[in-house]
Nanobody
């Protein structure tokens, strides 16, 4: 079983930056592809970014391209989401998730961390 715990959320102003962290335990996260999702009130959960085990394949959703950056440190079993130039529409609960290589289904999820961006 893989446990994921997010941290780093908070209340910021538009234009500010935040870095989210996702710490994995129970199993080594280096065997999983990792993703960051977000869910705003009244909206469906959406994939924000995804990174493979070796960090040589990365996906970003269009709304965050050029502003967000996903990275991982396999030695620390941690995945990061650097968020720059934040906008009020980035306000959401952000979740870390893991999927096995070759699968499109994210099997393990964290509890989420709230990010609120004021205008």
């Amino acid at each position: 079983q893989l446990q994921l715990v997010e941290s780093g959320g908070g209340l910021v102003q538009a234009g500010d930056s935040l870095r989210l962290s996702c710490a994995a335990s129970g199993r080594t996260s280096s065997t999983y592809n990792m993703g960051w999702f977000r869910q705003a009130p009244g909206k469906e959960r959406e994939l924000v970014a995804d990174i493979n085990r070796r960090s040589d394949s990365i996906y970003y959703a269009d709304p965050v391209k050029g502003r967000f950056s996903i990275s991982r440190d396999n030695a620390k079993n941690t995945v990061y989401l650097q968020m720059n130039s934040l906008k009020p529409e980035d306000t959401a609960v952000y979740y870390c998730a893991a999927r096995t290589v070759g699968s499109t289904t994210y099997r393990y999820w964290g509890q989420g961390t709230q990010v609120t961006v004021s205008s």
